[in-house]
């Protein structure tokens, strides 16, 4: 994300928590007071007690800079984080979790952003996860689903790995029946703490466990996922940053040939694809993940990215890790062999 050039980009960068390290336009301090301290969304769903201290040191600064007497309300907040308990604002642990709040807008809509709010880790790995924030490739899928409502609108969603429930949320949003899953207790509780936030709480938004160990072979555990998934008859499965250890890809196979099949035996069904998003980190898992697709019976194509690298949902350089700075992303489309024809497009 670009330095702020205006007030709304300052207030979209507290609600994204990203510490500008400069600023390109003048600071309103009379918004910055009405918008961000006196926000009721952003007094209930808050950035981090040291995320708001870094960002409001980072405004005072720039204001005294310019030889700017800064607002009594905007001084008056910055002391009263410095003087809370070190514990709360300047522990020298892991920080605490956030909550973030993204903005955007869909084609042609008019009237304010629509808003999509989470609590979200803000370490690379936290209970032994990486589940419990959202990372790069889930932010570009977004901006290609804006772009391309159609491939979820009106339609039922299957979403695998679905972590902080940031695309689910977004797909129910355009008006996709969403059916999240993942099988980890603490990301699955996560995610539903995330969906039915007050600001959130979407009915078109299902959460239930699928473990993809249980689809790996025959078994009463994979005639449950399987019989589940027939029963759920999605028309589109989509899944992002899901390709992260090879360990996991003979799993992440398996449960893609089984939904997809499970699918295409339902009779309201027989087309359904699945789009994965995946940060390419090592070519050598991407490779392997495309071959297993292959000879499990799935075909593999990449989908156009254009233009969804930049969009409402941007990738926080601030707080990128050696996970994912600078990360290529890839979008795939997967299919049952025979039925190649049965791409409609993404502007459908």
Aim: include cysteine; hydrophobic fraction near 40%.
């Amino acid at each position: 994300m670009t330095q702020p050039e205006t007030t709304e980009d300052i207030i979209k960068h507290y609600a994204g928590l990203i510490i500008p390290k400069d600023f390109n336009g003048i600071i309103d301090q009379p918004r910055i007071v009405d918008d961000i301290l006196g926000s009721g969304h952003l007094s209930r769903y808050p950035p981090s007690k040291s995320f708001q201290l870094q960002f409001l040191k980072a405004v005072i600064s720039r204001l005294e800079s310019t030889n700017e007497e800064v607002d009594d309300n905007i001084y008056g907040r910055y002391l009263e984080l410095l003087a809370a308990k070190p514990s709360a604002v300047l522990s020298s642990g892991p920080p605490e979790p956030s909550y973030v709040t993204h903005f955007y807008k869909t084609a042609n809509a008019q009237g304010p952003p629509k808003t999509i709010t989470l609590l979200e880790s803000r370490t690379t790995i936290e209970a032994g996860t990486t589940g419990l924030r959202t990372w790069q490739a889930a932010f570009v899928f977004a901006n290609w689903l804006l772009q391309h409502p159609g491939v979820v609108k009106a339609k039922k969603v299957l979403e695998l790995g679905s972590g902080t429930g940031f695309l689910g949320i977004l797909a129910a949003q355009l008006q996709a029946a969403m059916v999240l899953t993942d099988c980890n207790a603490e990301v699955l509780e996560r995610c539903k703490f995330n969906v039915f936030l007050d600001c959130t709480n979407h009915p078109s938004i299902t959460i239930r466990t699928l473990d993809w160990n249980d689809c790996l072979s025959n078994s009463l555990e994979r005639d449950a996922a399987f019989a589940y998934l027939h029963e759920l008859a999605a028309d589109v499965i989509i899944g992002t940053d899901l390709v992260f250890d090879p360990s996991i890809i003979p799993a992440l196979v398996a449960t893609l040939r089984l939904a997809l099949d499970a699918s295409a035996s339902s009779v309201s069904r027989p087309q359904t694809e699945a789009l994965i998003a995946l940060a390419i980190r090592r070519e050598s898992t991407f490779a392997e993940f495309k071959a297993a697709c292959n000879i499990i019976g799935l075909s593999v194509e990449e989908e156009s990215l254009d233009g969804a690298g930049c969009g409402p949902f941007t990738h926080n350089p601030s707080r990128s890790t050696s996970l994912n700075v600078a990360d290529h992303v890839s979008l795939l489309r997967i299919r049952l062999f025979g039925t190649r024809e049965a791409k409609s497009g993404p502007a459908e």
